[in-house]
């Protein structure tokens, strides 16, 4: 599976985003969908992931009631929809797959993005 994931830039506080992450190849295996973000000098972090049907979703607390994870299957793209963002959630962004529900570690997910980087300015 490829992913490819878009949509950061530079945004102020309060302001919101929407990355796109699109999948290509043995799509088969994009279960379950994630984002992670890492920032400078910290470990990667769980952000969101979605189940296939997209009725199962699963948010980091610090992002939870700001961000909302959803995919499009027939488009094989997964989105995260940024809102009210902080400073704090500056990081470059990856997208990645799983086979595993409910997935919200880096050793559940086999595939990875390239990353996409999100700046939000104070």
């Known amino acids: 599976v490829q992913l490819q994931a878009s949509g950061g830039g530079l945004v102020q506080a309060g302001g919101s985003l929407r990355l796109s992450c699109a999948a290509s190849?043995?799509?088969?295996?994009?279960?379950?969908m994630g984002w992670f973000r890492q920032a400078p000098g910290k470990e990667r972090e769980f952000v969101a992931s979605?189940?296939?049907?997209?009725?199962?979703?699963y948010y980091a607390d610090s992002v939870k009631g700001r961000f909302t994870i959803s995919r499009n299957n027939a488009k094989n793209t997964l989105y995260l929809r940024m809102n009210s963002l902080k400073p704090d959630d500056t990081a470059v962004y990856y997208c990645a797959t799983s086979l595993t529900i409910g997935a919200r570690t880096t050793d559940d997910y086999m595939y990875w993005g390239q990353g996409t980087q999100v700046t939000v300015s104070s």
């Open positions: 979605i189940y296939w049907s997209g009725e199962i979703t």
């Open positions: 190849g043995r799509t088969e295996s994009t279960v379950t």
